[in-house]
């Protein structure tokens, strides 16, 4: 992306690059994004991405994408490969791939000169004893009897977990800091653990893996990482950050600071909770269309720059908070409303006959691709005696501020005629099963010789020449704005009628419509390609979101 194509709201990290650039605390900005690769990316590491990937493309600097892969239990390299490919789709481009396993060998080194310092120690406590011993926070903790082991000793016991000489659990390598510290991280943290695992990137090649918080910042620095930003929940994890890197030699001193995770309304962004809606099949993948994932968001029919709209407005701030629907929505309809070109279709039929239109005939008539557009040009569109509408568009006793069809009244068929509606045709059980109307020839296009108005109006397709589909509905996944608030399980809140699948009929312009794009159905939303479920011919379309209009709000 361009530096002119994106827009720079000022935030508190800015500024500080800024300060420090003047200062010359640095010369070059360095950033990296961080994932865990244990799931796929959701809307919350868009923001992530953006600040990261943003900064370092504003600044002239660079942006490492580094895979944090030091847990191999829940490591894939399916994972790593959605992982680039959301980042790509989302329009940004790393300098080069890292991975926290590229450094294993030098964190190694580092742990041994901590020991050399009498700074880190070998425990034989069980993790169960070591979170016991570790105390409460408004008490302090009690030091392991292991914690003054000679330097020799533990060297040796070290360099033993490293050779496999001991089970998962046995021991762990820790820090020697302050087992009475107000802060819980710098209670001894652990910084290496047994782990008997094959790792997806350095295969058997370890059995020891080192701690988020050891490795994190000692990553940053083999990197020459300027400024290492990271979500607010990392704060306290700062000060071990800084002991690590003040206590070993490292080839650069990064610092880290923090920023508001991104949260959102009616939806989860934890790995592990999304995780477990694809375990259970509680959605249909990772890329579920309700899936708030960047390859759901994707799959429904979000845009890159939309999502890169909405963490613009969202901003870089110190303060948690969690944004609305609305406010991701409004993006994406935004976005749409100036690229998507405009079709009709009828998602819930009811057929109209025009009676005194000529039987086994038909017409095309122009409509516009883009209301505002001219340079999108327009389509032929065939009407004849038999059409669909909406069935929500007819009522038989209307109340008077319904501006739809109704009987003995005229509306406007969009692009086409003014009809009056003149009979209902009901079956045995009084359901409604057509409507008959009279259509006035002169009022071709849409508007009438005589100056008369009518209050609505109303789309169509022609029944004979419709390309029947499928359209799936989606809706929030959740049906509170924070799942699990009241019952402690978010399971608990998930939106039972968050999919439907309706069948549908399209003008039949929309039967070639090409994987992947994007329209706004009249009066209805904006809806997608499916990318994946679509055959030729065969377009299955995502709603990826309803119209503003309290119209379209109130429907299915
Ligand atoms: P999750 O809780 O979903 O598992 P995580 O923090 O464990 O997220 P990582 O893969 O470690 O996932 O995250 C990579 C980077 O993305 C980190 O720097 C993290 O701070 C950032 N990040 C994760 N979630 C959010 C969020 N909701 N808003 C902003 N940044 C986020
Ligand atoms: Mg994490």
């Known amino acids: 992306m361009s530096k002119d194509e994106t827009t720079t709201p000022a935030n508190f990290i800015r500024q500080i690059i800024d300060e420090d650039l003047a200062a010359d605390r640095v010369s070059q900005i360095v950033t990296r994004f961080p994932p865990e690769p244990n799931g796929y990316l959701h809307i919350g590491h868009a923001k992530a991405i953006c600040l990261n990937f943003g900064i370092a493309g504003d600044y002239d600097g660079v942006c490492y994408l580094r895979f944090d892969d ?33 450094y294993f060998e030098t964190l190694y080194s580092r742990a041994v000169e901590l020991i050399e310092k009498g700074l880190a120690y070998v425990d034989d406590l069980s993790m ?52 009475a510290s107000s802060n819980m991280n710098m209670r001894d943290p652990t910084l290496y653990r047994v782990r008997k695992v094959t790792h997806q990137n350095t295969g058997d090649e370890w059995c020891i893996y080192p701690m988020y918080d050891f490795a994190h910042c000692l990553s940053d620095a083999e990197e020459h990482i300027s400024h290492s930003l990271c979500s607010l929940e990392f704060e306290d994890n700062r000060p071990l950050y800084d002991w690590v890197l003040d206590n070993s030699s490292p080839p650069s001193r990064p610092h880290q600071y923090e920023f508001a995770r991104l ?55 110190k303060k948690d908070s969690v944004v609305e629907m609305g406010v991701l929505e409004n993006t994406i309809r935004e976005d749409l409303d100036r690229t998507a070109p405009r079709a009709m279709a009828v998602l819930n039929p009811l057929k109209l006959v025009i009676t005194n239109y000529p039987e086994g005939e038909s017409e095309e008539l122009d409509a516009a691709n883009h209301p505002q557009k001219p ?11 038999e059409l669909y509408i909406e069935r929500d568009d007819f009522m038989e006793d209307a109340p008077k501020k319904f501006f739809r069809l109704t009987p ?47 209050k609505g109006t109303i789309h169509w397709v022609s029944a004979p020449h419709a390309v029947e589909t499928q359209v799936r509905l989606y809706d929030r996944l959740f049906t509170t704005p924070v799942p699990g608030k009241d019952t402690g399980d978010f399971m608990d809140d998930l939106n039972p009628d968050s999919a439907v699948t309706v069948k549908a009929f399209l003008e039949p312009a929309l039967g070639a ?41 109130g429907r299915k």
């Open 70 to 102: 030091t847990n191999p239990i829940k490591e894939e390299s399916r994972y790593v490969e959605a992982i680039k490919d959301d980042i790509h789709w989302l329009g940004f481009q790393w300098k080069e791939i890292r991975h926290t396993s590229d």
């Open 128 to 179: 169960e004893e070591i979170r016991e011993y570790r105390g409460k926070w408004n008490a302090p903790g009690q030091e392991s009897p292991y914690r003054n082991r000679p330097v020799e000793e533990n060297l040796d016991l070290f360099r033993r977990m490293r050779a496999g000489e001991f089970e998962d659990g046995s021991r762990v390598l820790r820090a020697k800091i302050d087992m």
């Open 263 to 317: 949260n959102l309304e009616y939806t989860i962004l934890s790995k592990r909770k999304l995780t477990l809606l694809v375990d259970t099949g509680k959605v249909s993948g990772w890329d579920d269309p309700r899936m708030p994932t960047i390859s759901g968001l994707r799959r429904r029919g979000y845009t890159p720059e939309s999502i890169r709209d909405l963490c613009d407005r969202v901003g870089v701030t």
């Open 375 to 385: 340079e999108m040009g327009s389509r032929k569109i065939p009407f004849g005696r």
């Open 408 to 454: 003995g009244c005229e509306v406007r068929l969009r692009y086409a005629y003014f009809v009056t509606c003149t009979d209902v045709i009901k079956d045995a059980h009084g359901h409604i099963t057509e409507v008959h109307c009279t259509y006035d020839p002169a009022t071709k296009g849409g508007g009438s010789p005589d100056g008369r108005k009518v």
């Open 513 to 553: 419509a090409e994987p992947g794009s994007h329209f706004q159905f009249e009066r209805l939303g904006y809806f997608f390609v499916d990318p994946i479920d679509s055959a030729p011919q065969r377009p299955v379309f995502n709603r990826t979101v309803t119209l503003r209009d309290s119209w379209a709000k």
